[in-house]
């Protein structure tokens, strides 16, 4: 059987291991395996999370994720099985922090094929994720809940301290801080939920492929999630927002927006500084294009 233990990613030319729990899951399928290829765009050395396209002789391809430890991949594996196989690819097998999933064929969403019928299709998946009730480790022992004031101060004196944060951003955090909400509901969100992360088959059926980032959090830091990492225009965010109110309102994530968008974008610019990705002025660029606003026009949409 061929072991890849390194595999490359060209656009990116980082090398990830396939480590030993996620090897022998792949031998346990008992096919010889012929390629894997990187699929992590921000791979890191700093944590072991990354997933791979499979490629075995019998011509099947599978999924294979490999998580930062066990408790993630459970904690992944409870909400999949638990939102099930309608939007969501199939767990194949799982050991440890190791995953094979079914691979999912189809086109991904472009800017071509992000039409207002396929963008309320994509708002309504949103909205029903936020809405299921989660239910075992996640309810009965639930997480602490987040002081999202001290989040965002804490993102805010990172970025300062790496000499990292740009001036005009203390308005708009002072702004943010306005904007915190009272009261913060919580149900499933996805963590990463945008086009990069769909795929569309025809006539009108979504997957969502990349879901290592599925938890119990507040659903509308996931939608500024989303909105962070995909940009849409005024009446494209109309038409997701239509499907997204068939389950849940935009109103209470509107009215913070000025919080949401901040503490998205410091977080992320956190993120990339601790990963070493290279990438930090990727969110950074966006929090400057933010403009302080009256607290009762927020805006979520590019103009």
Not at 7 to 12: D, E, G, K, R, Y
Not at 70 to 90: I, K, M, N, Q, V
Not at 175 to 198: E, K, M, Y
Not at 235 to 252: D, I, M, N, V
Request: include cysteine; glycine fraction near 6%.
């Amino acid at each position: 059987m061929v072991r890849l233990r390194r595999v490359s990613l060209a656009s990116s030319r980082k090398t990830a291991a396939l480590d030993s729990s996620l090897s022998d899951l792949i031998a346990d399928v008992g096919v010889p395996l012929v390629s894997a290829t990187l699929l992590t765009r921000w791979w890191s050395p700093l944590r072991p999370r990354a997933a791979w396209q499979l490629r075995f002789a019998d011509q099947r391809v599978l999924k294979g994720v490999r998580f930062n430890n066990s408790a993630a991949a459970d904690g992944t594996e409870h909400l999949l099985r638990l939102l099930g196989d309608r939007y969501f690819p199939r767990i194949v097998a799982r050991r440890g922090p190791a995953m094979l999933l079914q691979w999912i064929e189809g086109a991904r969403l472009t800017s071509r094929r992000c039409q207002a019928d396929v963008l309320r299709q994509c708002g309504f998946l949103q909205g029903w994720i936020h809405v299921q009730a989660p239910t075992g480790p996640a309810v009965t022992n639930p997480p602490t809940e987040p002081d999202w004031g001290a989040r965002l101060d804490s993102a805010a004196e990172t970025l300062a301290k790496a000499e990292l944060l740009p001036r005009e951003a203390g308005e708009l955090i002072r702004q943010a801080l306005l904007s915190l909400p009272r009261a913060v509901p919580t149900g499933i969100t996805h963590g990463d939920f945008c086009a990069d992360n769909l795929i569309v088959q025809l006539p009108d059926r979504i997957y969502v492929i990349d879901n290592d980032t599925l938890q119990v959090g507040a659903p509308d830091y996931d939608l500024a999630r989303t909105w962070y990492r995909w940009p849409m225009r005024r009446a494209q965010w109309a038409a997701y927002g239509e499907g997204y109110g068939q389950h849940r309102g935009l109103a209470s994530f509107e009215a913070h927006f000025p919080y949401w968008s901040v503490l998205v974008l410091l977080e992320s610019a956190v993120w990339h500084v601790a990963m070493g990705t290279g990438a930090v002025s990727i969110p950074l660029r966006r929090l400057q294009t933010l403009r302080p606003r009256r607290r009762d026009r927020a805006r979520c949409a590019r103009d």
